[in-house]
């Protein structure tokens, strides 16, 4: 039986490996200012989170996970380079999936390192791959600055690449809105005749709600331009489709993305980037030749991740969630920082799940 004390004991080892690498133990509260995430992620992870408040603090959230309070608590005071550990309590409302905890022990590593980060990404996923050596998994790579650097140089609209920008976390979403900038989905019925009147305003329609006849009439104007903008190009959406259809081992994946970049050239600095991983990875004993990489692999964890990405998986165990996780969030120092920044990665274990799989392989 996997006990509580069984669990964090192994927490406690897996922090102990973190400290012996160079790392510094830190604690964060349980309850998080709900504002912070809230301003972060939007309304949406209202529906993962626990919310609670208070007549003096606000709303509060039940810790859904480490890396928020670990970067604001860096940017506060932290020095550079820094790596820091953790082991603790998160959670996560579970509303669909009855059998997903949605309490349990995370253990984690960051790493806040200017000088190299290619060096940082391979360092932060060979430890924890390392301390997940004998469980029979299979690691997943990918790296959403490649698809962020193809919609930032898109030949598009500011508004348009802003809206993808917002989406990419959301693929069906992010689809729809490609479809419908690509001119591939027709214009739905009802918004054809508001954009073609004259007044779409006229008829003495009632004024309810928070937005004001203004606020309404802005949005239009923002709905007419959109209507009037060429449509995303044949060619670069060829690209785009390519792209995200990736999935090969770390080495040919960067080949081919090498041949889209020939539409897309804006992806070539975060190809290179890939590729200076590549070589750092090799450096620290990862057979590279062997790791998947998937080019949409990441789109549906925490907003902030915003380059390298990765996770560790059960194959035998399709029921069981990532194993571990990670990947690099340099955007959120800089929306954390207060007008300072540091490229920053990291990655978290579940030692709960590291003791079951051990329990069920043996």
Known sequence: MITRARILEQAAQLRARFEAAGAQAVE?????????LLDLYGEDIR????????????????????????????????????????????????????????EYIQVGYEVFDRTNPAAADAEVFALISQALDGLALRAATGDIGILMAAVAGLRTTEPRKAALMRHIWRPRRFRALLDRYAGRTPVPPARAALLAAADPLAGGAPEIGKRDR?????????????????????????????????????????????????????????????EARIVALRA??????????EASYGRTSMEYYDGFVFGFYAER??????????????????????????????????????????????
């Open 214 to 274: 203004a606020d309404v009439e802005a949005r239009i104007a923002v709905l007419r331009a959109d209507a009037a903008a060429a449509p995303i190009s044949d060619n670069e959406m060829a690209g785009l489709d390519a792209l995200l259809s990736v999935r090969e081992t770390m080495p040919f994946a960067l080949e081919h993305l090498r041949d889209i970049a020939v539409d897309l050239p804006q992806i070539n600095p975060a190809l290179d980037r890939l």
């Open 47 to 102: 529906a993962r989170a626990y919310i609670t408040s208070d007549a003096l603090r606000g709303e509060q959230m039940l810790r859904p996970d480490f890396t928020v309070p670990v970067v604001q608590k860096h940017m506060e005071h932290g020095a550079e380079p820094a790596r820091y550990t953790y082991a603790g309590e998160v959670f996560r409302r579970q509303e669909h999936d009855p059998d997903r905890a949605n």
């Open 317 to 362: 165990r399709p029921d069981l969630p990532p194993i571990a996780t990670g990947g690099r969030y340099d955007a959120l120092t800089r929306r954390l920082g207060n007008g300072a920044e540091i490229p920053a990665v990291g990655g978290v274990l579940r030692p709960g799940l590291m003791l079951l799989l051990t329990e069920t392989e043996t």
């Open 284 to 293: 620290r004993g990862v057979d590279v030749d062997r790791l998947d990489f």
């Open 28 to 36: 964060t509260p349980i309850l998080q200012p709900a504002e912070t």
